[in-house]
C-alpha cells in the first residue's frame, strides 16, 4: 500500500520529496492549524513573561524595556530589506525543485544576513541579528508549506527568551537582563532554524549547487518595494497613536492602544490563515489553487462575524474583565472598531495573497494611499469628534486597504466577488441576530452565568440564521469533519 507523505511534527525538517521531486505539501488545512499553533504559543510565552515583568520590574523599570523593544522593532525594518517576503515569494515559485528552493534560500541568506549585521552594529540592538534571521527563515517555512519549522522555531525562541528573561532579571539584571534574554532566545532560534531550514531542503553542501533560477537585480527589486511596503505598514499602525498622543494626552493613548492589543490577539485567525493558504496561490508551479482560496476566504468571513455581537454588545464588561475599571472609556472604542476587526482577518489573507501573487509594486501604491487617507482621517474626525473619531478612522482605513487587495487579487486569479459579498452579507445578519439575546442578558454587569448563557443563545441565534440564509447547510457541516481530516493529512482542502 502506498502511503500519503506526511508532515511529522516530531521531525520538523525531515527532507521529504513529493512525486515530481519537489517538497511535499502537508496540505492547506494542517499549516494553518500549525501556523494557528505558533502563535497561539507566542502569546501563552509572551502573557507569562508581561505579567512577571511588570511585577518585578516595577512601572519604571518595565518602562524601560518596553521603550528599548519598541525602539528594535524600528529597527528590524531596515535590518530585514524586504528580503523575507520577497524571497518567501520566489521560494514558493520554485518549491517543486529542491535544488532551485535550496540556491534560492542561499542567495537569500547570503543577503540578509550582512543587512542584520551592519544595522545593530551602526545603531544598538544587537537582538536584531536574531530576529531578522528568525524573521527571514520563519517565512521561508511557510512559503514551502512546511510551516512545522516554522512552528518549532517559534516554541524554541519563545521558551529560551521567557525562561532567560525571568532567570537573569532575578539575578538582578534589571531591564537590560531582560533585554538580553530576548536577544538570547531569538539568537538561539534563529541558529536552531538555520539547521532545519537547510536540512529540508537537502543540506547546502550534500551535492553541487544549481543556480538560483532568480536573479539577484529581480530578487532585490522586488525586496525593495516589500521594504517599502513594511515601512509603511508600519507607519500605518502607529499613525493613530501618535496623533492621539499629540492631540489629546498620554491616558487617552493608553485607553486607546489596550483595545488594539485585545484586537490584535483576535485577529491571530487570519493571519494563521493568511500563513497556510496564501502561499498556495504562487504562480511558479502552474496553476494557483484558487479554491483553497477562495474557501479560506469565505469561512474566515464566517468565523470572524462571531465576534461582531460580543464586542459591540458586551464591550463594557469585556473592557472590565480584561482591563479593569481603569479604562471604561475603552468600551466605546470597542464598538466602533469592531469595523476593524471584522476586516481585518480577510485583509490579511487578500495581502500576502498579493504579495505572492508577485504584485508588490501594486501594493506600494495602495499603502502610500492608505497612510496618506489614515493621517488626514484620523486628524480630522479626532478634532472632530475626539478619541472615538481616530477608531472611526481605523474603520475606514481597514475597509478602503482589504478592497484594494481584493480588487487586485480579482484582477489576478479566478475570484466570485458575488459569492463573498453574499457571504458577508449573511454573515452581519447572523451577527445582528447573535446580539439579540446576548441584549436581553444584560450590556454592563454579567454573572458567570450571564456570559456562558449569552454566548450559547447567541451563538446558537448566529447558527441558526447561517443555515435559515444557506450559507451553511448541514449537508456542509457534516462533511467538514472529513474535509479537515484530508486537508490535514496532505490533501487540497
Known sequence: MRHRPRDDVSSPAATVSSPDGGLADPGAVRNTLLQFASQLATAAFTSVLTLYLVRALGASGYGVYALA????????????????????RFLADHRADTDQARAILIMGLKLQIPAALVWPLRWVALSLIGQALFGFLTSMAQSVRRVAVGLWMVVVESAVETSA????????????????????????????????????????????LVPAPVGLRTLTSYA??????????????????????????????GSFSAVLRIMTVLGYLGLAVAGGIAPRLSLGAGSPDTRAFAEAARYLIIVQGLMI????????????????PGYRGSAEIMR?????????????????????????????????GTLTLGLIATYVLLRAVGLVGAAIADDIVSVVYVSAHVWICSRMITLD????????????????????????????????????????????????VLLLTRELSVTELRGLPARLRTGSRGGNA
Open 69 to 88: 523593544v519598541s525602539v528594535g522593532a524600528l529597527l528590524l525594518l531596515p535590518a530585514g530589506l524586504g528580503l523575507p517576503w520577497a524571497v518567501g
Open 336 to 368: 466602533v472598531l469592531s469595523v476593524a476587526y471584522f476586516v481585518g482577518a480577510p485583509a490579511a489573507l487578500f495581502s500576502v495573497a498579493v504579495t505572492y501573487l508577485g504584485e508588490a509594486r501594486r501594493r506600494v501604491a495602495i499603502m502610500l
Open 309 to 324: 455581537a460580543p464586542t459591540v454588545i458586551w464591550a463594557a464588561p469585556i473592557v472590565g474583565l480584561l482591563l479593569g
Open 417 to 464: 466577488l458575488r459569492r463573498l459579498a453574499w457571504s458577508s452579507l449573511r454573515t452581519l445578519i447572523a451577527a445582528g441576530a447573535m446580539m439579540l439575546p446576548m441584549l436581553a442578558v444584560g450590556t454592563s454587569h454579567l454573572s458567570v452565568a450571564g456570559w456562558i448563557g449569552g454566548l450559547c443563545a447567541g451563538g446558537t441565534a448566529y447558527g441558526a
Open 224 to 253: 525593495g518595494a516589500m521594504f517599502v511596503v513594511d515601512l509603511t505598514w508600519s507607519a500605518i499602525s502607529q499613525v493613530d497613536v501618535l496623533l492621539i498622543g499629540a492631540l489629546l494626552s498620554s491616558a487617552a493613548v
Open 165 to 208: 528573561s525571568i532567570t537573569l532579571v532575578l539575578a538582578g539584571a534589571g531591564a537590560a537582563g531582560a533585554a538580553l534574554g530576548k536577544a538570547i532566545g531569538y539568537s538561539v532560534a534563529a541558529t536552531i532554524g538555520v539547521f532545519l531550514t537547510l536540512r529540508l531542503l537537502g543540506g547546502a553542501r550534500r551535492r553541487s
